[in-house]
């Protein structure tokens, strides 16, 4: 089983939509927890972190589920530039390392 | 943006040679990472360092070697090309192990 596993898409929504990914993680331990966006052949860049009570950045929502050891985010009122992957990242316990999804694929259309 | 940078930003090399990348931050993070990307297989982490000369292996990490003498330095070395590490290389640097990381703008590598 992979640590980390998310569902690749693609997801196609219109502009206006709301989208929902959800991550999940194998290692009850894990600590911290980010969403990264990846734009076509560009760096990943930090979105979010992920924190216990669930957070939310603007339309962004991050939210949290030990229990069932996952992590979602929620895209509200999708825009034509948030076209992109998105990277769920979960740190390794022990150690110093993280580990990143494959990545979800989001289009957005006009 | 966080101030890393790579270098070189591509790079087309022969089977067999020696490749150098380099990583250089102006942040004074502690930790700095080298990752690869590959389709289907996501980011997979090469060797990171937690300070200086302290460096530790990934999951990835047969075939490259790697060396940081400074703070904002971090190299990646493929001691002899194969075309198995063709790939996109990039760089990340967190102030610590369960901190956000940032990402450099990478370096596309070509083995043929």
Not at chain 1, 6 to 23: I, L, M, S, W, Y
Request: overall charge neutral; aromatic content about 12%; some cysteine.
């Amino acid at each position: 089983r992979k640590e980390v596993e998310q569902d690749p898409g693609p997801f196609n929504v219109p502009e206006g939509a709301t989208v929902a990914f959800n991550c999940t993680y194998s290692n009850s331990a894990s600590q911290s927890f980010f969403w990264y966006r990846q734009d076509c052949r560009k760096e990943p860049k930090l979105l979010m972190s992920v924190y216990s009570s669930g957070n939310e950045d603007g339309r962004f929502t991050a939210q949290l589920n030990r229990a069932s050891q996952y992590i979602s985010l929620l895209i509200r009122d999708s825009k034509l530039s948030d076209s992109a992957t998105y990277l769920c990242v979960v740190n390794k316990i022990p150690g110093n390392q993280f580990y990143f999804g494959t990545g979800t694929s989001l289009t957005v259309i006009p | 943006d966080a101030g890393i940078t790579q270098s070189p930003r591509h790079k087309v090399t022969e089977t067999g040679t020696p490749v150098t990348l380099r990583c250089h931050q102006t942040e004074n993070h502690r930790y700095m990472y080298w990752y690869r990307q590959d389709p289907g297989h996501g980011l997979r982490l090469i060797h990171y360092s937690y300070g200086v000369k302290d460096t530790d292996k990934g999951e990835v990490s047969d075939g490259y070697s790697v060396s940081r003498s400074k703070t904002e330095d971090f190299l990646l070395t493929l001691e002899s090309a194969t075309s198995s590490q063709t790939s996109v290389y990039f760089c990340a640097i967190g102030a610590g192990a369960s901190y956000e990381q940032y990402f450099g703008p990478g370096t596309r590598l070509t083995v043929t």
